[in-house]
Nanobody, 122 residues
């Protein structure tokens, strides 16, 4: 059974930086991703990365500000968030996909973490 555990959320001022992490236990997944959900909004795609090769995909809203990376030995995926804005405030969820491929759709991911809160104060 695969489990995903997020950590690293918190409160940061606008313009600041924060890094969230997701550690996977159990069998290795092919693709890992970050989604986020603000109050009253749908859960939206942020970024994804493949374990093998490290190919990445980003949402337009975070491109150039956020960087997704992975440490295969630690089975951990990171999301480095820079130049944070108040609209980045959300619960950030780690997701995993058993099959290959980079996707933006929630439906393509079959493993989810419990989420970590990121709050950006203006």
């Amino acid at each position: 059974q695969v489990q995903l555990v997020e950590s690293g959320g918190g409160l940061v001022q606008a313009g600041g930086s924060l890094r969230v992490s997701c550690t996977a236990s159990g069998r290795t997944l092919n693709t890992m991703a970050w989604f986020r959900q603000a109050p009253g909004s749908e859960r939206e795609f942020v970024a994804a990365i493949t374990w093998i090769g490290g190919s990445t995909l980003y949402a337009d809203s975070v491109k150039g500000r956020f960087t997704i990376s992975r440490d295969n030995a630690k089975k951990t995926v990171y999301l480095q968030m820079n130049s944070l804005k108040s609209e980045d405030t959300a619960v950030y969820y780690c997701a995993g996909r058993s099959l290959p491929g980079l996707y933006r759709s929630r439906a393509e991911y079959d493993r989810w973490g419990q989420g970590t809160q990121v709050t950006v104060s203006s």
